[in-house]
């Protein structure tokens, strides 16, 4: 049956393509079905980033197509590591990334852990527990900007309740100190959950077995929870944070929406950073070459991270 | 069967020939772009007329002002043809001109007989010329705006409050002449109980993003003294920039912020401080004069309860506020620019004019802000033209965006963020500054 549709199809070939294809190795057959593909990832992926590698040496400004553009070797990459606020925007993204990952983590690891004692009801939290995750960022960051108003925000009155502090004083958007912890409440509240499914995932993946061993072996809920679930889950725990770390690393949509960096550069991450550069001041050479060293710090970082989590995993 | 096949393929053919017959129709459609806002909205009214006169279609890109600039400086960095006529911001015709992103004007104005003369003489100046104050047009002012006050007139007129003011000030409450004044107003109101409600001193520009908080803060500075260079020296900074008068202008605007505005207002611009004004949290709103004719309308803060007043003096009796508004070009990547000029053409008649203005848009032609019917046209006509008088604007520079961003960093990190000294800010701003015009050869 298969090799009469195989001949019907070779018999309804035209003439000029079938001349063309035979002879054709499955291996050559491969590459002609991909092919589409790699040109166009090549295309919209791997073109920009050489691309961008080259205008990092360069003086090129976007909004200047008549300009010549000069080659300034190294001097848009001295001149970044040596900016004064270029660092203290990246001292903010690894305070924001450090705390959204901690809490996340732990928040998502306990409530997986609790869902995972499979309740009456847990199906309807965790579907509940899963909202946040469900909508759009946008609209969070929109939502959440309400909340946190001082004068008519839900937040200011709920904390002005527990607090006794005026709810007109709590101003999170506002103040230098609370500005930074407005967001990364918001990225908790959004991100937790996902959290919390990655590492659904890794508990349930623990057989039953090995429970019953320790049961056997009477060991005690504790020693249980130390010598078998985490460690059986850590792969799990390790790769929600690999994600959400690579994800809060070019944080931008929740920021710009909240406080758009501000109080001041409070808040101002190294992505609000290149975006004003690229994008507002239309410095394309130089942030080029900011948004190549952010991609090596990322790629680096990730690539020791993710040989630890394979001896993790190796265990 | 085959008299629906007959069917079928008549009704395709009908449909791709209709299609065909309106492309036809449109194709000389123009396709205006600029900034959603209350005036966007009075120039399609506007517009309806010239379709009527011409036959030409007009289609509107109107951007909610946060992405103005982003949007349109996109489109017109990348050539695109989207925009025939565009309406941009007046820091942009520097790098418009220079780039080629705008059509010279001047041939066309010497043609149809259009001269400058016959318009406003600073909206020439801000919105049309590059190099600035030379003969050479690339727009035709078209939307006069300029930074100006409005202030809760019922309330300032209540017996008690005028009573207690007095007492504590020694003067009339009544709209501010010095800045001075105008913090006294707004300590006054500062948290104070009015009809039930709490309600505060003044809105004023913080916002970080794009262009709020130098827009504010330099309409503050420029009465203190603050000069963007050495007038006898161009790009000269230091000791203008961060002179001692632009320290003590700065300061100033932070006292403002931190005593008189409603909490949490870190991050207002044109829209929020409508949003207060409108609310009745504030006694004073800085704002464009575009922002007044919808106020004014306003039921609840509008009519009688409402009145405007130009940017008080400084220390030293300077009195300036910073230009607004923007003017018309033609975009030179357009296919369609004969008719694009031909808009041009009509915009700047009189007639046309006069209805603008009418309609809520702000003419810069002087025979419309120079009758004498003009002032009493409106309640905020005579507050707008003695604005206008006044106007001073931001760099215009090709370089204009990062000169902006660098300026709403160092005036937000002082004034919002409370980090450093005012003259810390302006000593940084020199620097900015200095490494901006460095980076473009000019000094």
Redesign the interface.
């Known amino acids: 049956m298969l090799n009469r549709t195989a001949e019907n199809v070779a018999r309804a070939t035209p003439e000029p393509l079938a001349r063309k294809v035979r002879g054709i190795s499955d291996k050559g057959l491969a590459w002609l079905f991909i092919s589409p593909t790699i040109l166009l990832l090549l295309a919209i992926n791997i073109f920009p980033l050489f691309w961008a590698i080259y205008l990092s040496f360069t ?1 090129y400004r ?5 300009e010549v553009v000069k080659n300034l070797g190294f001097a848009n990459y001295q001149r970044i590591l040596g900016d004064q ?1 270029i660092w203290i925007a990246m001292q903010t993204t690894a305070h924001f990334v450090f705390w959204t990952i901690l809490l996340q983590t732990l928040i998502g690891f306990t409530l997986a852990w609790l869902i995972d004692r499979k309740f009456r009801g847990h199906a309807f939290w965790t579907t509940l527990i899963l909202v946040p995750m469900m909508l759009s960022p946008a609209v969070v960051g929109n939502f959440w900007r309400f909340l ?4 008519i925000g839900l937040f200011a009155y709920a904390i002005s309740f527990v607090s006794g502090i005026p709810p ?2 709590i ?1 999170m ?2 103040n ?1 100190s609370l500005a930074p912890w407005s967001i990364i409440i918001v990225d908790t509240w959004m991100w937790t959950p996902y959290v919390m499914l990655i590492c659904l995932a890794g508990l349930r993946s623990i057989p039953e077995y090995i429970y019953e061993a320790a049961e056997v072996d009477r060991a005690s809920n504790w020693r249980q929870f130390w010598s078998i679930t985490l460690p059986m889950a850590l792969p799990f725990i390790m790769l929600a944070v690999l994600f959400r770390g690579i994800e809060n690393f070019k944080m931008f949509d929740m920021v ?1 929406l909240l ?8 808040t101002e991450v190294a992505s609000i950073t290149l975006k ?1 550069q690229a ?5 394309t050479g130089y942030s080029s070459a900011f948004a190549i060293i952010l991609f090596v710090a990322v790629f680096g970082l990730a690539n020791i991270y993710v040989k630890a989590l394979n001896k993790v995993k190796q265990r | 069967m085959k008299s629906s096949l007959k069917m079928a393929l008549g009704l395709a053919s009908a449909m791709v020939a209709s299609t065909a017959v309106s492309n036809v129709a449109h194709a000389e459609d123009l396709t205006l772009c600029w900034a959603a806002w209350d005036p966007a909205n009075a120039l399609v009214e506007l517009s309806k007329d010239f379709t009527k006169e011409t036959g030409i279609g007009m289609k509107f890109e109107f951007v909610p002002w946060t992405n103005y600039a982003d949007r349109f400086l996109n489109e017109l960095n990348s050539h695109g043809k989207l925009c025939d006529l565009i309406i941009g911001d007046s820091q942009w015709i520097g790098g418009a001109a220079e780039n080629g992103h705008y059509v010279k004007l001047n041939d066309f104005f010497d043609k149809e007989k259009i001269s400058m003369d016959d318009f406003v003489p600073a909206t020439v100046v801000g919105y049309s010329e590059w190099p600035k104050n030379t003969p050479n047009y690339w727009a035709l002012p078209a939307m006069g705006d300029v930074v100006g006050w409005t202030y809760r007139k019922d309330w300032f007129s209540k017996p008690e409050l005028q009573k207690e003011f007095k007492e504590k000030y020694g003067w009339d409450l009544g709209p501010p002449a010095t800045f001075d004044q105008l913090k006294q107003i707004a300590e006054f109101f500062q948290k104070r109980q009015i009809d039930g409600k709490t309600v505060y001193g003044a809105s004023i520009y913080t916002e970080r993003g794009s262009e709020g908080i130098t827009m504010g803060a330099m309409d503050v500075l420029y009465s203190y003294g603050f000069q963007y260079e050495n007038p006898k020296k161009p790009y000269e900074m230091e000791g203008y920039v961060n002179s001692d008068k632009s320290v003590k202008g700065l300061e100033f605007y932070k006292a403002l912020y931190d005593c008189c505005t409603p909490p949490g207002a870190s991050n207002s611009y044109m829209g929020e401080g409508v949003d207060a004004f409108k609310s009745g949290q504030v006694a004073m709103h800085m704002n464009f004069a575009f922002t007044w004719p919808g106020l004014q309308k306003d039921e609840n803060v509008g009519g009688d309860k409402i009145g405007y007043f130009v940017n008080p003096k400084g220390p030293d009796g300077d009195q300036f506020a910073q230009l607004g508004g923007q003017g018309i070009s033609v975009v030179s990547y357009s296919d369609k620019q004969e008719s694009a000029l031909k808009y041009i053409k009509w915009f700047a008649n009189k007639d046309v004019q006069a209805k603008w203005w009418s309609l809520g848009g702000y003419s810069c032609l002087n025979a419309v802000v120079k009758d004498p019917k003009f002032p009493a046209s409106q309640p905020y006509a005579q507050t707008f033209l003695d604005s206008m008088a006044i106007v001073k604007d931001f760099w215009a520079e090709p370089s204009y965006a990062p000169l902006l961003q660098a300026s709403q960093k160092r005036f937000h990190d002082y004034v919002v963020a409370g980090q450093g000294s005012a003259k810390d800010a302006l000593d940084g701003l020199v620097k900015d500054w200095t490494q901006v015009f460095q980076d473009d050869g000019k000094m």
């Open positions: 003086n976007a909004n200047r197509p008549n606020d946190y108003e001082p004068q007109t004083n101003q958007l506002s230098v710009n406080t758009g960096g501000g109080p001041g550069s409070t004003r994008f507002e001041s239309w410095r």
